[in-house]
């Protein structure tokens, strides 16, 4: 047996330091890495001690939550930086962390209420050590990490605040649907109240129309609000709604207290928001095509985050979708009024001729009968043109009278069993002659002469008969067919002629109304350019609907399509 050797020892303790120095180094680097990565991703650590409550948190960790680096920070004023509701439920989460029985992890996001005012989102995510087995398992340390999650947050949450708002305003026409819809959105992402106030007359005059809130609780003071209405525009007003229209600028208080700027700050207006709760609130003007339209303002009550720079931009926004809307919405009205004018003009003005003109025909009628005396042969022909073109002038104006009805929806129907061959027989009898003197022939074909529909008489036979006056218009030579048959549940009438034919890039023109392929005020086909609008529009308030075919130089065909049974 060899002889043991002291020297050994001394060999393997030399051993070992080396190896023990190799492992330390290598923990060095690795704990290098690690910090250079937390401190790229800009991620801040914490690490507590359940058994003494002492909270240990990197300069990163303060400075997102809005501490001072050399503060002393505790798990109490750590909660208290949690807004509201969020503060209970991170105290549960750290509570189910450091039960022995759970797994040991944290993983939240939660807002928090910087010194200053501002908000920002943040996540947690933290691991408890526990020591011991059983019922002596305890928690002797808490790690983890937060990291500010603010811009994704925000962007997120703007995003779909954006996205609802464009729903909403979408929706509608109406200006105070989009103004409500606007206001319940803002309330559901981005603020607690809303008040919308506009411009009503140009002497600078505002109207609040809608003061909203999140929650029911305050709807006496709401109503309050809704009623205080802003100053009239004018120099030196200092209602923030007010400044935001006449100056065109965004009016951002991120805290509403009792040192507040006081040029901004109206008694009747400040005490109210002040009741209310409000403690932040952001002005936004409503500005379409270079005119203010009104504001939008944004309440936060007390227990919320402040309104910060990030939040402007949102609130601005927004404003600007809504003023477009509004704008578009003003626009439609003044539309619709515009069209009921004109179709009121039009009613108005077409009875005030028709009445002149009904009395022209008659006398007419009673010099060409001789009822006053005698009268030659040229003037019974030149008699025979005023009344011509008196009926003529009277079928126009009965076609804008029949227009300014339908327009004004009073245009009413009479349905009854209608034959479709009677139906074609009359509307051929009425222009028969117009068809005869262009030397045009008109042929009449009924699939099955039982066929009979539901529907108004006097306006069936007034759509063929415009349908024929115009196929007559624009055919020079051949024949013009009108047909009827049975197609399933629907009754199909079409006229057909061999005339000069519609160009692809007038056929969605030729039913607006007072539309017509010749612009020119020397066109040579006469006419108001309603017979077709009429015909269509009658079409659907018969429950059908006339379309075209056309191929220019050989021709169209027109066809009327209305359901058997009205």
Request: glycine content about 8%; overall charge negative; some cysteine.
């Amino acid at each position: 047996m060899r002889p043991f050797r002291e020297d050994y020892l001394d060999d393997i303790d030399a051993l070992l330091i080396e190896e023990d120095r190799d492992a330390l180094l290598a923990l060095r680097e690795v704990d290098e890495w690690l910090q250079l990565a937390v401190e790229s991703a800009r991620i801040g650590t914490f690490d507590f001690d359940p058994r003494t409550g002492q909270l240990e948190w990197s300069d990163r960790c303060k400075e997102i939550c809005g501490f001072p680096n050399d503060e002393e920070i505790s798990y109490a004023s750590f909660l208290e930086g949690i807004c509201g509701d969020d503060r209970e439920r991170v105290g549960r989460a750290v509570v189910a962390a450091l039960d022995p029985d759970g797994d040991g992890s944290l993983d939240v996001e939660y807002q928090i209420v910087l010194r200053d005012g501002a908000s920002r989102w943040v996540i947690a995510k933290g691991r408890a050590i526990f020591d011991g087995a059983g019922p002596s398992r305890v928690p002797v340390r808490f790690i983890g990490t937060i990291l500010d999650n603010t811009e994704r947050h925000r962007n997120e949450g703007r995003a779909m605040l954006l996205a609802d708002a464009t729903a909403s305003i979408a929706s509608s026409l109406d200006d105070e649907v989009i103004l409500v819809g606007i206001a319940q959105t803002a309330c559901q992402w981005f603020s607690n109240g809303v008040l919308v106030d506009i411009v009503a007359d140009d002497d600078g005059q505002i109207e609040r129309r809608i003061a909203f809130e999140r929650a029911p609780q305050r709807s006496v003071l709401m109503t309050l609000a809704r009623n205080l209405f802003p100053e009239p525009i004018r120099r030196g007003a200092c209602d923030p709604a007010t400044m935001a229209i006449r100056d065109q600028r965004t009016i951002r208080l991120d805290r509403l207290t009792e040192d507040g700027p006081e040029a901004i700050r109206p008694s009747c207006q400040y005490e109210l928001l002040r009741e209310l709760g409000a403690h932040s609130m952001i002005a936004v003007p409503l500005v379409a095509r270079g005119r203010a339209l009104g504001a939008i303002t944004f309440l936060r009550y007390d227990g919320t985050a402040s309104f910060d720079a990030g939040d402007q931009t949102t609130a601005e926004e927004l404003a600007d979708r809504t003023a477009t809307a509004i704008d578009n919405a003003q626009l439609y009205n003044a539309a619709v009024a515009a069209n009921e004018a004109k179709s009121h003009f039009l009613a108005s003005m077409s009875h005030e001729l028709r009445t002149p003109l009904t009395a022209i025909i008659g006398y007419e009628e009673l010099l060409a009968d001789g009822i006053t005396g005698p009268i030659t042969e040229p003037q019974r022909q030149q008699l025979g043109r005023i009344k011509a073109s008196a009926s003529d002038l009277l079928a126009l104006i009965d076609e804008i009278l029949t227009f300014a009805r339908v327009e004004a929806g009073s245009e009413r129907t009479q349905i009854e069993a209608v034959n479709a061959g009677a139906a074609l027989e009359e509307a051929a009898a009425l222009v028969a002659p117009l068809v005869g003197d262009r030397g045009l022939t008109l042929l009449v074909r009924v699939e099955d002469e039982r066929t009979a529909v539901r529907t108004d008489r006097q306006k069936l036979r007034q759509i063929l008969v415009n349908l024929l006056s115009n196929a007559t218009k624009f055919t020079e030579q051949g024949a013009i067919v009108l047909a009827a048959a049975r197609d399933g549940r629907e009754a199909r009438f079409s006229v057909t002629d061999t005339g000069i034919g519609i160009a692809p890039e007038h056929v969605t023109h030729i039913f607006e109304p007072f539309w017509q392929v010749e612009q020119r005020a020397t066109r040579r086909i006469p006419g108001t350019g309603l017979g077709l609008t009429v015909s269509r529009r009658l079409a659907h308030l018969l429950g059908g609907d006339l379309t075209v075919e056309s191929t220019p130089g050989a021709g169209s065909t027109f066809s009327l399509r209305l359901p058997l049974d009205a």
